[in-house]
Structure formats: C-alpha cells, structure tokens
C-alpha cells in the first residue's frame, strides 16, 4: 500500500450517505462546546472547542525555542522567560473553526464533521506579535509571515509540519498575539502548550498552535494550509479565494430540556426568555433578530451593553410567549459591516464558514 | 407532535447504514480521550472523555446542598463547608463509558458513537461515601442507594432526573467517593461541578454527577437508568443483566505520524518502541499482549512497575522492529481475575462494554 492510498483525496458525501468512519474518528478526538456553555461569558476549560489536524505533539515548556528569522534585520530566538520579558498582554477572543457548520450542507463534504458548535471564547495572555516583528526589524523585502507548528502528520497525500502564512500587514494589523495563557492558566496540551498564535477575527485554523516558528519570507506563502486547504471553491480545481476572517453568526442556548439522542428540547408553556451569543470577526455585532415560527417572521433582540472586546462574542435575550405545540427557533446576526448572517448560505466545496441560521426544535407542552 | 416522536425508542442501525444526524449530534457535543493523551499519567484538563446524557446544568457552588435522606437514622445536608469538614481523600481512577466501543458493533446500537477512546485518568478528591452513610447510620430496612444529578431531560419517552442505584454493599465497599475536586482544582462544569460520585471500577454511567441527593430505600432501585438503560441484552424485551465494572482493556498509543482523515499512520522503519495502557475494574493488570500482525502471532509487553491505584491504568511498553509494508498494531490486556480481553467482544443490543481489540494501521517507509 501506497501513501496516496493511506491518505487519499477530499471528496463529497454521495446522496444520503451517512456520516463515514472516518468523519466519526474526527468527531469522536475533537469536540465542540455543548451549546448550553453559552451561558458562560468565557468558556471554561475542557469546553472551548478542539480541532487538531495531526496529533497533539509531545511538548515541554523548559526547552522550548521560538525562533523568528527570515527576511529581518535581527534573528530572534526566544525561551520562555525571555518571551515573557518582551510584554504582556490579555484580550478576549471568540474563535471558530472555519468547518463549523461544514457537516449541514448538501452535498457534504468529507472532513471534520462540525454541526454548529465549533466556537468558544478565551482571554489569551502573550505578547503582541507586532511587537516581536518590530523588535526583529522587517527588511524591505518582507511580504509574508509563516508560522510554523511542532504538529506533523499528512494530509490529501502532502506530509507536513503544520504551517500557515499571514500578509506582513495581517501580522501586524490583526493585534495577534503569541499566546502563553489562556483564561489565567498555562495552555492546555491541545490548545497549543507552551506557544500558540491568536488571530483575533480569524477563523482558528490561522491560529498557529505549539508554535516553534516564525519566517518572514520575500514572496506569497503557497504552504499546503494557505494555497491549498482553506479556499472557498465550487470546483475541485478551482484556485478559490482564501478563507480569512470569521462570518456573523448567533446562536441561541436550547431552551428547556433535551431528549438525550435526538437532542429536541421540551419546554413548558409560558413566557420563557432565550438567550444566546453573537460574533462576527469583521466587525462588532449590532443586531440579533430571533424567530420562533421557523424564519416566517423575525424579532429583534435585546443586546447587551457591549464591552470593549470587540472581537468576543456578545449575548442577547428575547422574552418568548411560548404556546403549546411543535416549534422551530432560529437566530441571525448582522455586524457593523453591513454583514448579514444567512438563513442558508452558499455552500463550498471544503465546507467552510457555513454561517447558516441554527434551527432549535422544541416542544412546547 | 408528542413526547413520543420527539424521544424515540432505541433502534440498531441497518446494514451499512452509516452514522446518522442523532449519533453525530451527541459525537459533536461529547467527546473522547485523543489516543496521544495515553502517554498522559493523568489525563490533563479538557482531555478526559465525557459524556453528558442531557444538558451540562448550570450550578452553583455557593447554595449547593448535597442531602442523604430515606432508610437511615439521621438524615444529613450538605453545604460545601460542612461536606469538606467529613473528611478528605485522593484516589487515583481510570474511568470509561460503557458504551466504548459501540459504534465499532455490527449492528451498531444507535446511540453515542464511541470508537475507543472513552476513557480518561483523573485524582479525584472528596469524602468516602461510606463514611457519609456511617454518620447518617443506615437502618435494618436499607436496601439500595440512589444518587440523583442536576440532570433533566428525556431518554426513548421517559422524562427524569440522572438516577443511579448501587445496592448498600457496592455503596460501601466500592471505596466511592464524593468528590469536588479532579487533579487538584474543583470540577469542571461537564464533570460534575460542584459535587459528582466516583465509583472506582465502574463504567461511568455509575458516577452520578452534580450529585444533589442520595437516598436510602428498603427495596431494589428501578429507575430507567438502572433497569431499562444500562443491561446487558441480546434482544429487546429481555430483561437483561446489569452493566457494572470495567471489562479489561489495552490501548496503544498510535505511533508515528497520523493522515488527518484516516488517521492511518506512518512510521519510519527501524526500532519503534511501542506504548500504552490497560485497565480493568475488577482487578489489576497482570499482562499485556502486543500484536504487529492483526492478531497472527502475540508477545508480551513489558509492564511498569504497577502502583498503589489498583484501578487506574498501568503502562507497558513493547519494541518493535518494523520493518517496510502495511501493518495492523493490536493489543490485548490480562487482569488477575482472569478476566482476557477478547479480539471481538460479544455483540449486545446497547453497545456496552465493547472491548473488542484495538487495531491501528500503519504503514512503515
């Protein structure tokens, strides 16, 4: 047997196909955040979701190097306590996988199977990345940086060391940090211990995790995550646009109580007030509009106050009258943008940044 | 629509019928131990396998009361202060869910589609049950224990409150313990927060989380969870035995390098040193088996020296010259019970305590 057959190619889900083997044995080492841990402002540990490309890598804080190098003037090369002493700085954050929703389409692409909860939100401690490039002093011919992970492992046929590129300006602009704490805590194995990247707005997969490298390069990064994996495409060979930043969405706490497999809610008849989280990683979030007849009609939603974390999510309430019978709940969110969450947004080839409305069934006895 | 159609009745999949929307839901939302996390002695934050039948509830630790009440002379409640004054213990747990392996069973029992790694090590800390039943003093009549959670929802039509029973004497002599904190900080929110049971030995489902009550009765507990959910049954109207103590299991780490999809390996020829771990809830480990032919031929693994946690995982370890080709990695753990785990498990309508073989395909260049 051949690496190509060991590793095969990306491919849609035939009509009807249920989930595969190989979908499940992703499902089942990653996991979202149950959606009633939207209750929480931040995520607690164990409940931020999770993708790992490879496997998480065996890592140790004491002889662990960040080097930056490439197109600059001052190589750099960073322990722990020397990174510690370049600043410090916290900023709360709601990232998303770019595949959440992914497993919603039709026809469905083959991958990490995400519903709607690959999401959570963390207060990251680190330095500014800014601040580590000022410090290496970019030449004139930098054009792009590559951030490097200690995660290897294949993929579609391609061996790799995790890897993916940002614009100098991105780096810059973006208010990345590198990562050493997260929620007042060292980071946990699988968010990325000891180092990881934050790109606030982005989706996580630019969010670089065990993070070992830094290279400045003179021309675009055309690494397999940047060039080849996260496109918006419609064909396979399509050279697609890049999956960057993350597209509105909101999504409400399931009200009242599960069924253990089907996961529909049970709810006793009454005023009942949902509540949920909204974000958007182009712009703050200033509307939320709920619906509780399936999408016929919507409603405004109360917001919040908003905080200065404009890249976090913020909650909303809606005061429901809820009358006995089958109910179907749904929320969109619109950004400072002018970007409007979909009810069904266009499908793409990898699955990525499926922002479509959540639906809630519920029962009302 | 009714409670009917909103809570079904469990059902086996058809023939290569592949996972459906219901078994995805609960994958997204539960999740299993990454196989690298067995290199792990105790399983870090976020990595441990949960599994929550219906919401994570929202607690509080400060108005929490935890009562025993029922077949006993003095009846008690708990505040956390108080439940901290009764004593203090740390004890060492491997725990698993009784439906490892499920989703592996042909036909496969449509419920939480675990593959093989729900599983997780943990020092759990709190009181001994037992001296908790001692201060209330059981009476002659006391019959079985049952311990509620926080927990609501409704499971194949029934509606109810998370409920388990043990009988007096595996309430006693389990060594169980009420528990506030796991590996030194206070529960997670998913594990039990502020107050779970930890029954060593047994599959999950025992250890009742968000404990609020425990209450003696003077007869065999029926709840759902105890007599409809977790049996051993061959077809649907048997009454079935009970699911109790952790059948044997060993679990290589996978070596090498994974394909992100597959999750297939790839290994560089020469000397790998292969590790894992294996556990048992009715006695510790006293031999390890290692395959590197799909099951043709066996050698034993090297054991660790074993420890005081007679119910947490041991490791061992297994050199392995490998040379270039395909291969499937098995393994199989001996407990002093004489208790073997099977290369195939016997089939059962629920999926419980599937501890079929693990098989890892790898492929050495």
């Not at 330095?127 to 492992?153: I, K, M, S």
């Not at 429901?320 to 749904?330: K, R, Y």
């Not at 969110?333 to 409305?357: I, K, T």
């Amino acid at each position: 047997m051949s690496v190509e057959q060991f590793s095969t190619k990306g491919r849609l889900a035939d009509v009807g196909e249920g989930i595969t083997g190989d979908e499940l044995q992703l499902a089942a080492r990653n996991h979202g955040m149950p959606l009633e841990a939207l209750r929480y402002d931040l995520t607690p540990p164990g409940l931020h979701y999770v993708l790992v490309h490879y496997d998480i890598p065996m890592t140790s804080a004491s002889n662990w190097r960040l080097t930056v190098d490439g197109c600059v003037e001052q190589p750099l090369s960073f322990g722990q306590t020397e990174l510690r002493a370049m600043g410090r700085q916290t900023v709360r954050v709601t990232l998303e996988c770019a595949g959440n929703g992914r497993a919603n389409l039709h026809p469905r692409p083959i991958s990490q199977p995400w519903l709607t909860e690959a999401v959570g939100t963390a207060e990251w401690t680190g330095v500014p990345l800014a601040d580590l490039l000022q410090a290496a002093v970019l030449r004139e011919d930098a054009v792009d940086v590559v951030f490097t992970g200690a995660d290897h492992g294949y993929e579609r046929g391609v061996e790799q060391d995790y890897q993916r590129g940002l614009s100098v300006a991105e780096a810059i602009d973006s208010g990345a940090l590198i990562a050493w704490e997260m929620n007042g805590h060292p980071l946990p194995p699988q968010h990325g211990y000891p180092l990881r990247l934050v790109v606030p707005g982005w989706y996580g997969m630019a969010s670089v995790k065990w993070l070992r490298s830094i290279e400045v390069i003179d021309h675009e990064f055309t690494g397999y995550q940047n060039a080849v994996a996260y496109r918006f495409r419609t064909e396979a060979h399509d050279a697609g646009e890049p999956v960057t930043r993350i597209e509105p969405r909101a999504l409400l706490i399931p009200p009242g109580s599960p069924d253990f497999m089907s996961r529909h809610r049970f709810v006793a008849a009454g005023t009942i007030t949902l509540r949920g989280r909204a974000w958007s990683g182009w712009a703050p979030i200033e509307r939320v509009e709920v619906s509780v007849d399936a999408g016929a009609t919507w409603q405004d939603a109360k917001l919040d106050a908003g905080s200065n974390d404009d890249l976090a999510w913020r909650s909303f309430e809606y005061d429901w009258d809820a009358g006995p019978g089958e109910h179907v709940l749904t929320v969109r969110a619109y950004d400072e943008s002018g970007r409007v969450q979909p009810v069904e947004a266009p499908w793409n080839r990898g699955g990525f940044a499926n922002n479509s409305a959540q639906r809630i069934t519920v029962l009302v006895q």
